[in-house]
């Protein structure tokens, strides 16, 4: 087995907001929490950042909560529970219009809310100013990527959480030699982690070599 369908073969965890590592973003998830059991006074969310932010977990995790979904153009604008909108950049002229008849909704009905997210804050978006204004309207939140440190403490946690104890020079090399998305990096601890449990052996670098190589 290669090493890369090795990792095509990880199932990493289901996104949930409890699964989130937080890191510097703990108040925009504190705010999805309330958006999502509808205690929020504001009805609207937007989170923008870079790949690796969290953005599309967060989304993914929203939309699997009581009354979320995932919006579509053919949606009713005017549905109750929490319509959760990604990449908000890639929509066209017709789901820009879309968006922003249901945007208009969240403001009008209780019962509606938004979860938005971009690659960009609102006003820099390429999109019809009308709807970049609506973007704004509600809470808005940068979400920053964990630095190496803090998915280092993450890991580190992950594994203590399993009961797992981890030679010191483990995880520096999952960190610069695996795919750094923390996801796949907690999907590769937990695989290696049964990997070491079958042979009784501790989870160490050349483990994780075995696991990647020698499956063939």
């Not at 803090?150 to 999952?174: F, N, Q």
């Amino acid at each position: 087995m290669t090493p890369q369908l090795a990792l095509d073969l990880l199932q990493p965890l289901q996104p949930t907001l409890a699964n989130y590592v937080p890191g510097r973003n703990a108040e925009a998830l504190a705010a999805l929490h309330r958006l999502a059991a509808g205690e929020l006074p504001e009805r609207q969310v937007y989170l923008w950042g870079e790949l690796g932010s969290g953005r599309t977990h967060l989304l993914t995790a929203l939309a699997a909560t009581a009354g979320g979904y995932f919006w579509t153009p053919a949606s009713d604008p005017e549905a109750p529970g929490l319509a959760v909108v990604d990449e908000v950049e890639r929509l066209d002229a017709a789901a820009q219009v879309a968006l922003f008849n249901r945007i208009n909704a969240v403001r009008a009905h209780v019962e509606a809310r938004c979860a938005l997210a971009g690659a960009l804050p609102p006003a820099q978006l390429a999109l019809r100013e009308d709807l970049r204004t609506r973007l704004a309207w509600g809470l808005v939140y940068q979400l920053h990527p964990l630095d190496d440190a803090e998915k280092a403490a993450a890991l580190h946690a992950h594994a203590a959480a399993r009961g797992a104890t981890v030679s010191d020079d483990l995880i520096p090399y999952l960190l610069i030699h695996l795919p750094r998305d923390l996801r796949t990096l907690v999907a590769v601890l937990d695989a290696l982690d049964a990997y070491a449990l079958a042979r009784q052996r501790p989870l160490t670098v050349p483990l994780l070599k075995d696991w990647l190589h020698a499956r063939g």
